[in-house]
């Protein structure tokens, strides 16, 4: 490569034909040459309620044809520093969860022989625990931002230990976590039991329901987040649920009360500084949403996670 790659101009060609990539970047083989890669992961065989995110990251993907590359707010210019390519999807078994959750890790086991910075399009959560495995076995226990409805730390759903309810209970017995560094933000709804919401502050996790968040900015909150990082190796994992479901309808399991669109983006861009290693944005359902409008903001808050990386210009 020669330059970094800007994606396909509306004013060259217009925004609804040309490649189905994410902003229209260059489709990648692999991730060598490459400074980050987005990657879907299409799949729904994790949930426990609404299925549909099988088709997340192909509607992202199209939604996020209307992203520009210049962030006017902030002056971040993420394809003026570094080569970003669309890696295209991870070819998961649509009939078994532990089958595809293997396929994920081995995936990102050879993705990560390269050294640039995966953002993964879901698909459900579950696909997390695959990818922070592969993760660990490359940079050691991580750092996690996790934004959600839900705590995701059951022991077992139906009897079984690896599903989009049971991510992050595995990924903290497993040790992939630094666990006073881990930051779960926007959790709230009923619960099974009073402690569903506070066990894993017994393990060290920072726990910051939503209700905390009522009516607030989150800029201070985002500030916290770097200094109690520090340099540890971090991975941001979004669930889409985070929102309140008038701001993304379309969704697995939507929760009311839960963050705005402006709080979003004012978490996101007060996160600059973290030394992140990799991303996701899950549970989008398109079925839930036929306007589009769920992928729509999906697609503008993984544009802010690539606005995040290291070296790219900043205002």
Request: with cysteine; hydrophobic share 40%.
């Amino acid at each position: 490569m020669t330059g970094p790659a800007q994606p396909i101009s509306g004013n060259d060609l217009a925004r609804f034909s040309g490649p189905q990539t994410f902003m229209r970047l260059p489709a990648a083989e692999s991730p060598e040459g490459l400074d980050a890669g987005i990657i879907g992961i299409p799949m729904d065989i994790g949930t426990s309620w609404r299925s549909g995110t099988r088709f997340g990251p192909k509607q992202i993907r199209a939604e996020s044809a209307m992203i520009r590359p210049y962030n006017i707010q902030t002056g971040a210019a993420p394809f003026d520093a570094l080569h970003v390519g669309d890696l295209g999807d991870i070819a998961i078994n649509t009939f078994s969860l532990s089958k595809s959750l293997s396929i994920i890790e081995r995936a990102y086991g050879a993705f990560l022989k390269s050294e640039f910075v995966p953002v993964a399009l879901g698909g459900d959560h579950s696909l997390t625990l695959p990818i922070l495995r592969a993760m660990a076995a490359k940079h050691g226990a991580l750092a996690l931002v996790h934004v959600d409805a839900h705590a995701d730390v059951n022991d077992e759903m139906f009897g079984e230990r690896e599903t989009h309810g049971t991510v992050f209970r595995r990924a903290y017995e497993e040790g992939l976590l630094i666990p006073e560094k881990v930051w779960q933000i926007g959790l709230r709804g009923t619960g099974y039991t009073a402690e569903d919401f506070t066990e894993a502050e017994g393990w060290g996790f920072n726990v910051i329901q939503a209700q905390e968040l009522w009516h607030k900015p989150l800029t201070g909150l985002g500030r916290r987040i770097v200094e109690s990082v520090g340099d540890a190796p971090c991975y941001l994992t979004y669930d889409i649920d985070s929102l309140d479901p008038a701001f993304a309808p379309g969704t697995g399991t939507p929760e009311i009360g839960g963050l705005t669109t402006w709080q979003a983006l004012e978490l996101l861009r007060a996160l600059r500084g973290l030394r992140l290693v990799g991303a996701d944005m899950v549970e989008v359902s398109p079925p839930y949403d036929p306007s589009g409008n769920t992928a729509l903001v999906a697609a503008n808050l993984v544009y802010e996670m690539l606005c995040l990386l290291p070296g790219v210009p900043y205002r």
